[in-house]
């Protein structure tokens, strides 16, 4: 799937090119052979049933052991995208040795030796290698987001079932109702959205993001509204979950939240309600598998199917991300600015009445990436999500008793089976020639994964990036539109106190509930203002955004 497959047009010396590690991977390469028995010779296949090649765990059809026929690891979305974690299909790799599903995940790449980097210059062979992920998650998660804003989506023959756009040149001023039946183009979409027309829609949503109100509605929203680059000053998204909590039950709720959608031929209550929470790969017309058993076992459903997950997998994954959450807060080196210069150098970190640092994710990037530390290299290989996957899958040896929530370890029976480690990427056939020259993996270490509990226990197994095998990027296309590291909305109680001339004094305590407006408090900047702008005005600076007091009550002395 990379876009450019041939070294020279890599920035690579086209002279150097060896067995993949120097050049283009030789798997874009087109070598014409004499089979010597057959093409049996070249290309494995099960010659006595059907002749199909095999791919998966294995290339035969053989015992226990059984390739499969197809395996779904992209797909092509024919509706517009809710969540950045969706961009996980986008295959922003320009070289083919870049991962797939760059966007949501955030492994350590063996490409470079310092893990507190995200690039690094390879002065022999004259070529930049770069952490995709990485740099990529932290371009997207923390500056943009998907509103939903787009058109209906008509079913059509031509291919079969494939959604269509509505036609973007249809009169957005259709007179109203409009049915369930009819299309809406964008231009109407949004004219209904803010309330420019009144059409009857009965239960459709107004974006395709159904989080999503305006603060306003009329015509000025209207126009804010169609402009990407100030949609979001008038926009709220409805109930952020902010990612720093260290709540069991509420990311239990949050992870929920993916319950009792259908999916294929599964309805919300398949196949029992309290296994039906979904996180597919990509979504799959017609009939699909959830993903069972081992990946060496003779089924398809680890290659073709998606992963499903009880209400006690929800549970044990919530309590794991927790966990995760508080080792990681405790960390102070994170990002390339940590290491910056003595201004911006980790410094201890630590909030009042704790007797150790605690600092939250100050942003998704952050909360998403892995951490660019050398000491800790189970945050260093992996983003929180998926640490936390590896921890409920490896229960301490504290808690023996606890078993695995079969996330990831089910794959290779608790993680026996298909394990890839440095070794390897070191093998005799990876040696460099000549010797001196760079190796083709300047830190194959980085090939493994860890999480806390075993830090120096490799997790990394061959089927990873199966369809079957629950990843970060997995949840992220899910939830990932619900995510926030800060909140907008705060609960306060106040009090306050004043004496009369006669010395008597009246005291009160009230609850507000307050929420932050994208709005300045002072409104000679615009909202999407910049704060570096020459003109910015100086109480903006000092006070920022406006809030608004949503409700307010008294409370009574056996409430406080």
Known sequence: MAPVTRADGAGRFDNVEGHGYAGASPSYR????????GWQDLIQADTVLTGDT?????????GTLVGSLSSI???????????????????????????????????????????????????????????????????????????????????????????????????????????????????????DFCGITDPDLGNLPLLSNPRFRLIASGQPARSAVGDYKRSATVLLNDGAFNVNSTSVEAWTAFLGSAKKLAY?????GLPTATSNARFPRAQKPGTTTIATGAMDEINQSNWQGFCNLSDDQIKALAKAIVKENKSRFQILSRTERDYSGAINAPSNRQFRGLSKAATPYLGLAEFIN????????????????????????????????????????????????????KANLQ?????????????????????????????????????MGAPGNLLQSDLLQSLGCAMATRSDTFLLRVYGEASSIEGAIGKNWIEAVVQRLPEFIDPADAPETPLSSPTFSVTNKSLGRRFKIISYRPLKPDEI
């Open 30 to 37: 087109l070598n014409v052979s004499t089979p010597y028995n």
């Open 54 to 62: 095999f791919g998966g765990y294995a290339n035969v059809k053989s």
């Open 73 to 191: 690891h992209t797909e092509i979305p024919l509706v517009a995208p809710t969540s950045l974690g969706q961009y996980a299909h986008a295959n922003f790799g320009m070289r083919d040795q870049q991962p797939l599903l760059c966007i949501g995940n955030s492994f350590s790449t063996p490409l470079i030796l310092d893990e507190t980097k995200t690039y690094e210059t390879n002065t022999l062979k004259n070529w930049t290698d770069y952490d995709a992920s990485y740099l990529l998650n932290n371009a997207l998660w923390d500056g943009f987001y998907l509103s939903g804003a787009a058109p209906d989506m008509k079913v059509t023959n031509t291919p079969a079932i494939a959604p269509q756009p509505s036609d973007p040149t249809e009169s957005p001023l259709k007179a109203s109702p409009y049915t369930s039946a009819e299309k809406r183009n964008l231009a109407r979409v949004l004219d």
């Open 264 to 268: 294929a031929q599964y309805g919300s």
């Open 370 to 421: 892995r951490f660019l530390i050398n000491s800790t290299p189970w945050a260093s290989h992996g983003g929180a999500l998926q640490a936390a996957i590896y921890r409920v899958d490896n229960p301490p040896a504290t808690t023996p008793l606890t078993p695995s929530a079969g996330l990831t370890d089910r794959l290779t029976k608790s993680y026996t089976l298909g394990m890839i480690s």
């Open 427 to 463: 093998d005799a056939n990876s040696i460099p020639s000549p010797p001196t020259a760079n190796p083709p993996f300047v830190n194959p270490t980085n090939i493994e994964s860890y999480e806390e509990n075993s830090p120096t226990t490799n997790r990394t197994h061959a089927a």
